[in-house]
């Protein structure tokens, strides 16, 4: 198996335990939502941004 898919991989299924933990903390709300709410969307936006360009990568190398 191709080591950069297995990075996407990886970065895919970051994105879901982050946005996981988004969503569940925004149902739960209280002082975790508080405290946490916007660093977990900021980091589900990083964690996507390194997914698109392995994905990008990924496309661009194989056509190759």
């Keep these: 198996m191709d080591p950069l898919f297995i990075l996407?991989?990886?970065a895919v299924t970051a994105v879901v335990i982050v946005l996981m933990i988004g969503i569940g903390g925004f149902a739960k709300g209280g002082a975790?939502?508080?405290k946490y709410?916007?660093?977990?969307?900021?980091?589900?936006?990083?964690?996507q941004f390194i997914a698109v360009v392995l994905i990008l990568a990924y496309v661009y190398f194989s056509a190759s």
């Excluded at 709410?37 to 964690?47: D, E, H, S």
């Design 8 to 10: 996407i991989l990886l």
């Design 32 to 34: 975790f939502n508080h």
């Design 37 to 47: 709410g916007n660093k977990m969307m900021r980091l589900r936006l990083v964690a």
